[in-house]
């Protein structure tokens, strides 16, 4: 027996698909808008950028990309923000990460107005998440990776999960979406003693760390699901958290990398434009 | 060996003693003024609001009691309450529940402005606590639970802790804050299989159920520290989650019901007050 590799690629057409759908029944009068700041140089975040204004055009929603210098001051860019949220053509606000160094992440990303926060990012929408009553849209990798163990039938509520990596963007909120579809849910970090007998309890093990082919099969419980949210280049090219060769063979469902998470959180991102644009307008009509 | 009794009496009256001081130093020109909105007939919240009425005027603190009438609607109590978070007089508002059946308690709790938000519940701050940001004042009595493991020494960094029940008042936050002192944190609920064999494995057991005595020497691992914070009411008294008889010989550390928890949560109260009035009069003074 060897894992079933769940296929990012294909579940994320299918969300595409699923969007296109809804681009055009909310977009009546005008089509979803996206602004997007990208602040700076940094060369990956360039890329990230051009393949979202890419999938939002074939979706038919707008992208208004702003591109404030990289010596922009913290003032700048939340008085950017504030104007983007502030625009009632503007159904989606999105900052991309990393900012340059003299920018404070956290007073732009509370600068987004939380009706906005397509990124799920907000206190207020993370909040609400942690509170068990999430808004219209969660962060979008975590969230992917949710859609990702649904349409395959991993099994979640009564089973115990394991997230290692407690960033803002990815392991808490993973976490808590975890709770919320009543897993058992344990967090593991830098700090935790004896990481592979912690993950061997997992019935579903989401890995978001960041370290090239971490995870082994001493990781794993067998039959488990295996997540796999790390992306690293190496010299054999992009690389996630687990050694696929030795998990393969052990678990039940693995996400390969790159075409498992990967392409979800584009197509994560476009939903949650066309759930922000709807919830909106509906609003609006009232 | 037998587990040592965490004194929460006294390290309440510790707190209250040092939030008294502090009432001194931040209210040179006024005192921190605390209102409390008292909705409906509910005994139990009557004898809570009284309690915290008698400490915070031995502490200093001025206490604005508001009765509106059990036959409130929601909209009657949302404007109370945004007329408490514009007064610039009151520093802090805290909002009793349960609320009568008619209002939504969602909605109430988001209208309390964020800094003046004493319970800590509002969605912004629960957002802060969970990106590990958290804001002057978090949920008193998870943090309450915190001060007591502080006080008493047990460590917390890199042990593993395992917080029954999910509410948001007490489980979802004490998950939050021990993940930030870099807890390895599991969290339970109903849903969880083979809850004792889940709880052995915990270095910090929180019991936050709401059942009598549930949690026997089968959940414990020697030497761990119990944290109770169940209150129920039974023939013999007030009774926590805890079998203490079967528990006190196997932990290392132990919170009594009555006398554990219990007392903190007023005192984590008074010192949530001062710290917003003080974060307040800061900001009022740039």
Redesign the interface.
Known sequence: MSAVIIDGRRVAADIRTEVAQSVRDVGELAAPRLAVVLCGEDPASAIYVRNKGRVASELGIRFDLRRPPATSTCEDIVTLVHGLSDDPDVDAVLVQLPLPRQIDP?RVIDAVAPEKDVDGF????????????PGPVTPGTPAGCMELMRRYDVPI????AVVIG?S?IVG??M??ML?NA????????S???DLPS?CREADILIAAIGRPAMVDASYVKPGACVIDVGISSTDTGVTGDVDRASVEPVAGWLTPVPGGVGPMTIAMLMRNTVALARARRRLARV
Do not use: Y
């Open positions: 956290e907000h206190p207020t929408n993370i909040g609400r998440l942690a509170e068990g009553r509520s009564g089973r115990r407690r803002t808490r909120p976490a808590l709770i009543d897993a058992t849910v344990t967090v593991c970090h700090k935790t003693v912690v």
